[in-house]
């Protein structure tokens, strides 16, 4: 993996969007103590790996809601280089993946919802299984903090252990001889079921060849019956033929029957209706006689309703004549009317024209009064706002002269604070001193301790363990008391330091809280001078308000004499609007009278000419009064003539039904003779008695093959139910064969659980030893590179003690000096990346402290060769590293916010 750039925005001290590029090899980030170095670090933790040491609050620019972290990273995958970009906020909830894509060119979100999913593909991305060990890897491993690059050497053996097993994944092997522990038991407890399954099935089983006879029993009853079931089918199946002929004999009398009384209804219906077709073929002949006495009269009424309806249709046009006559009557009286009425809005007009030219000047004058009060009024409205205005900038800057006071006694205090308050890091400084000191006590105690220890198990005579000399008494005697007093020197030296170590960190608090509010004089300083430059911006601002009040007061004396003379002129201005008001709404008055008077002539001739066309239907009424008496007269012959037409029309048909009729009752008495012969024919075959002898037997056989059905069904499912008990006992008998198996399985089991637990157990502290001794070989070479000293040695113990060999002295980690436990620290922390690192990235807070120029330049020199990181990042405040490394960012802080500055 390689990180080619990070964003930052509005993270502590970055203010807006600062944007970090990074390049392969070695990178220094340099920039004085607070400037933001370690921010740049701790943002690509949250970012990437889950890890943050402290609130997502505190990691917010003060002031600002919510910060956002982008780093852009590149990693070799299947599918060749991808890039990706990951993208997460503090404060709120937000974060994204996006993934770029070269053939298009743009970004593309991965739509990961959650920051669970989040979670998961950084896992996926970096190889490892979970949210813990993404964070571990950060912590321990690729971003170790400034405060536990050397503390987690420090530790008690017990301690290291849990630390560096864990990095070094070989807790691991504890973890499973302990849930290894459960296997035996589970494997011991399943026995006990299978012991027990073997003897409950062993118990079930004992039934199997009772079972089996009982089956074969069965077997031999069910076809012996069935062989008697056969025999009584053979026998109803002749039975049943016998049985058959005389069944369709008896069915052919019962057909006959049926078809002579069908034959019989027939007959007396075929008779029936002839009846009345006879009847209907008399009445047809008598209709058609009352037709020929009434045809006259019926064609004499016929004529006179068609001469009616043209009468009656001429009638209808007279009628329409008749209302266009009396709608251009009122058509005529209704324009007579308009003209009168448009002829007296014309004197009007008249009139309402002399009076405008009357009260014209008025009329202007008044516009002009009005128009000059209106805007007197606006400005009256102008001074009331003004005058709203000064008030309330009386009432801001009364605000802000008050603010300015409180903010200024502000600054005042925190530059008194800042010149009577010691610099937070020179306080680090001495606590970092005394507990050197205590810590040195601390292990000389503890040789003074061993020494004792030594002095009292040693026996007299014997040389001594402290100075080889004779021991006796005495010698022992006052080198004990000397080392007796020693530590209670020690004692009161650690207490005193102790106490001291307790003041400074009290004044260490109250130094760094004097420190964040000096931070923030900058702030209140740029507050202060923009309080005062509102301040002057609203003093000018009232003070033009007051000039404006001014000039509209002395407006407004004139305004009571203009309104008196505007109200004297009310009633001209009120006649001349009136006047064009009335010229307006009836302009048009002339034309519409003159096309009044058109319209009034036309409807004149209209009416002339519709009384011209009236005068052609004078004997309309006379010739409907002769029809109507025509159709008087003639009417009764004709409803006759129509009630006897159609029945009369029917006689040739009613005659031929009649004759149809005859034939078809001929033909019925003829086939009712055949069938009353066929009938006696059937009835001497057929034998009665025979006929109910086959039926009782047919019963009675079929009563006897059902019961020995029934007795083969019961007996069938019996055998079904011993099948099923065999086959269960038999699958009991398998059962029982693999719960032997699975015994004999369980006990090898059992041997090789116990077997694998042991050696998983002896293989944690082996495999140990072997990563201590390769990370410690490693290490060695990059000590003595860096420290340039070609007498000393480093080893790494399988205890995780960093030990530094100088030609025959054999030097603990705690009494090494500050420069050589960080040339330690650092050799040890580069082999660990080297070996377990995957993602090819790392980050060094601070790793140079205590070292001399020459073993800085050691250091850089060994950084650049390490292969397996495509980019080291180291974070420094020395600014001699910014000719040693391949690339360098320099961080600066100006007053509250942090800048990058790329070289």
């Known amino acids: 993996m390689k990180i080619t750039e990070i964003a930052l925005e509005d993270i502590k001290s970055y ?57 852009t990273f590149e990693q070799t995958t299947d599918d060749g280089v991808e890039r990706f970009r990951v993208t997460r906020s503090a404060g709120r909830s937000s974060h994204g993946v996006h993934r770029w894509d070269a053939s298009t060119e743009e970004w593309v979100d991965l739509d990961l919802g959650t920051v669970t999913e989040l979670r998961e593909w950084l896992c996926a991305r970096f190889g490892v299984e979970d949210g813990d060990a993404l964070q571990s890897l950060w912590e321990s491993c690729i971003g170790v ?23 070094l994944d070989l807790e691991a092997y504890e973890e499973s001889w302990e849930r290894l522990k459960q296997v035996p038991d589970a494997i011991e407890a399943r026995e006990r079921e299978v012991r027990d399954e073997i003897q409950t099935l062993t118990g079930e089983v004992q039934s199997l060849p009772d079972e089996r006879e009982q089956a074969a029993a069965l077997r031999e009853e069910i076809s012996e019956i069935e062989a008697t079931i056969e025999e009584r089918e053979s026998r109803l199946a002749e039975t049943r033929e016998a049985h058959d002929e005389l069944d369709q004999c008896q069915d052919a009398i019962e057909d006959l029957d049926r078809d002579l009384d069908r034959l019989d209804q027939q007959i007396d219906a075929t008779e029936s209706e002839l009846a009345t077709a006879r009847e209907e073929l008399d009445a047809a002949r008598e209709a058609a006689e009352t037709c020929d006495a009434t045809r006259d009269d019926h064609q004499r009424y016929v004529a006179a309703v068609e001469r009616r309806e043209e009468l009656t249709e001429r009638q209808s046009e007279r009628d329409a004549l008749r209302e266009q006559h009396n709608d251009v009557e009122q058509t005529i009286s209704g324009l007579d009317a308009d003209v009168e009425r448009l002829e007296e809005v014309a004197d009007r007009l008249d009139a309402a024209r002399a009076t405008i030219q009357e009260t014209a000047e008025d009329r202007a004058r008044y516009e002009a009064l009005d128009e000059r009060l209106d805007a007197l009024d606006d400005r009256e409205a102008e001074a009331e706002r003004l005058r709203e205005r000064i008030a309330d900038l009386d009432d801001e800057i009364e605000r802000l002269e008050a603010n300015i006071a409180d903010t200024r006694e502000t600054v005042e205090t925190i530059e008194s604070e800042r010149e009577s308050t010691p610099d937070p890091d020179s306080i680090v400084s001495e606590i970092r001193e005394r507990e ?12 003074i301790e061993a020494q004792l220890d030594r002095l009292s198990d040693t026996a007299v005579d014997a040389p001594c363990p402290t100075c080889d000399r004779p021991l006796d008494a005495e010698h022992r005697e006052a080198a004990i008391d000397q080392r007796q007093e020693r530590l209670e020197e020690i004692d009161t030296e ?104 058109e ?94 002898e086959l039926q009782a037997t047919i019963e009675d056989l079929d009563a006897e093959i059902e019961r020995a059905r029934g007795t083969v069904a019961t007996k069938r499912e019996r055998l079904a139910d011993v099948r099923e008990e065999i086959d269960r006992l038999e699958s009991l008998v398998e059962d029982r064969a693999a719960s032997i198996d699975d015994l004999r399985e369980l006990r090898a089991d059992a041997q090789f659980a116990a077997w694998i637990r042991e050696n998983v157990r002896e293989a944690g502290p082996k495999l140990r030893e072997i990563i201590t001794e390769r990370i410690g070989a490693r290490a060695n070479e990059l000590f003595r590179t860096i420290r340039g000293v070609a007498s000393e040695t480093l080893e ?108």
């Open 145 to 167: 903090p400034q405060t536990r690059f050397l503390s987690d050497f420090a530790q008690t053996p017990a301690n290291r252990t849990r630390t560096f097993d864990a990095l």
């Open 494 to 597: 650690r207490a005193t330091l102790a106490a001291e170590i307790d003041d400074l960190r009290e004044r260490h608090e109250a130094a760094q809280e004097v420190q964040r509010r000096v931070d923030t004089l900058d702030l209140h300083r740029e507050k202060l001078e923009s309080l005062e430059t509102e301040h002057e911006s609203l003093c000018e601002e009232r003070s033009e308000a007051r000039e404006d009040l001014e000039a509209i007061e002395d407006d407004l004396e004139d305004r009571s004499a203009l309104a008196a003379e505007r109200d004297a002129l009310e009633d001209a201005h009120e006649a001349y609007e009136t006047a064009v008001f009335r010229l307006e709404e009836h302009g048009d008055v002339p034309d519409r009278l003159d096309e009044a008077r």
């Open 599 to 692: 319209q009034l002539a036309e409807a004149e001739e209209r009416r002339e000419a519709i009384e011209a066309q009236l005068a052609d239907y004078e004997t309309l009424d006379d010739d409907l009064d002769a029809v109507a008496e025509t159709i008087a007269a003639t009417e009764d012959a004709h409803e006759t003539f129509v009630a006897n037409r159609q029945l009369a029309e029917t006689v040739a048909d009613r005659r031929e039904t009649v004759e149809q009729l005859d034939a078809t009752l001929d033909d019925l008495h003829d086939e009712r003779s055949d069938l009353a012969a066929d009938l006696d024919d059937a009835r001497e075959a057929f034998d009665a008695e025979r006929f109910e």
């Open 796 to 903: 790494w113990t399988s205890d995780y003690e960093i030990v530094v060999h100088d030609a025959d002295v054999r030097k603990s980690f705690s009494t090494l000096s500050g420069g050589e436990k960080m040339a330690a620290a650092l050799a040890v922390r580069l082999a660990i990346l080297e070996q377990i690192a995957a993602v090819g990235v790392a980050f060094l807070d601070e790793p140079t402290a205590n070292l001399d120029r020459q073993k800085k330049r050691n250091l850089v020199t060994q950084l650049k060769r390490l292969d397996s990181f495509e980019q080291l990042a180291v974070i420094s405040h020395d600014r001699t590293f910014d000719s040693m490394t391949d690339a360098t960012v320099s961080v600066e802080k100006s007053g509250q916010a942090s800048e990058v500055v790329l070289d």
């Open 436 to 447: 050197t000191q205590r810590k040195t006590l601390a292990a000389e105690r503890d040789r």
């Open 15 to 71: 203010e807006g969007r600062t944007t970090v590029p990074f390049d392969g090899g070695v990178t220094a980030i340099l920039g004085e103590n607070g400037a933001g170095k370690s921010t740049i670090q701790e943002a690509i933790g949250f970012a990437l790996f889950d890890s943050l040491p402290m609130t997502n609050r505190e990691f917010v620019r003060e002031g600002a809601s919510s910060g956002t972290v982008e780093v």
